[in-house]
């Protein structure tokens, strides 16, 4: 039996499948909603019949168990027995159809907040694969304990936490381009990395599998501060503070960082949009290593490898983590 992924959150799913395992999108649901049109237009104008064989064929595409799917035969056992002509009044219809109604509205906010919620979750579920590794697990720990010892045990386990997050952003990158990858592997002392077993087919592949890990590790960052503005603990903000100088370290365009293999795919000027950036927000909070970035990519926007076509999306994303990340720099750390 073939399989196929998930658009939501790339879980593999046999073809004949109604709902995903894991984010519990439907599988169908363009397909669902142009029956639900269907349906709609021909109640509107009082053909009964082409509504009952557009619900009988949606029916077929839900789940047994799905609220939307007693809605609809509840909505099928109201025609086969109505003397009359169809009602056309929004209470008559199903409202994930017509969308029309206050109850309808309601209903597909409800559902909508449950598919992101699920997402989240979803999200959270995959982050925990990693650790179904031995090698990922034991070198954790190895790394949390030579943490501990330097700034305690709360301190080590949100800073490797925010780590392995970063990691994770990778993995998942990889996986939507089909690229086999390992675990994260962390290095006591040093950081993380995972391995991929191909390499990208393009520069634009590369350079997004490169700037997911700054991307999920700024998630990483956000939750430290939300849980410190929350608390008060300064413990929070310490951690939402070295996750991001650490993702920003990673934006350094050199070699295999991540900031190298996002600068592959922008042209000499795109570079220098990056460069001046990194100038302004060194201006602005004084943060050497934002200088050590800006020189890098000034020195990298004169070389030879800047390829003629760029790429705007890569740089949008390049610029936009500089901006998020000197913003949390800026807040510094609040002392005890």
Known sequence: ???????????????????????????????????????????????KAAARTAFQRAVLLLPVESRQR?????RLAELDGEPGPVRTTPEARPAWVTGGGAIG???????????????????????????????TLFSFLASFGVYWSLWGWRYALGFLVAMYIHEMGHVAALRRFGIPASAPMFI???GAFVRMNRHPATAGEDARIGLAGPEWGLGAALVAYLAYGTTGEPIWAAIGYSA???????????????????????????RIVVAVTLAVAWGVTGQGLLGLIGAA???RAFLSDAPPG???GVLGRFVGLILVFSS?????????
């Open 1 to 47: 039996m073939s399989a196929v992924s998930c658009p939501g959150c790339d879980t593999e799913y046999a073809s004949t499948a109604l709902v995903c395992p894991n984010c519990h999108r439907l599988v169908h649901g363009d397909e669902l909603k142009g029956l639900g049109a269907q349906a709609a237009a021909a109640e509107l104008r009082g053909d």
């Open 70 to 74: 007693l809605t609809i035969q509840t």
């Open 105 to 135: 509205a309601i209903t597909l906010i409800v559902w909508k907040l449950k598919g992101v919620l699920l997402l989240v979750f979803g999200k959270l579920k995959f982050l925990t694969l990693g650790f179904s590794k031995a090698g």
């Open 188 to 190: 006591p002392g040093v």
């Open 244 to 270: 991001a100088y650490l993702n920003l370290f990673n934006l350094l365009p050199i070699w295999q960082l991540d900031g190298g293999r996002g600068f592959a795919a922008l042209t000499r000027e795109q």
């Open 297 to 299: 990519a000034a020195y």
């Open 310 to 312: 760029g790429d705007t």
């Open 328 to 336: 949390m720099l800026l807040l510094g750390v609040p002392r005890h």
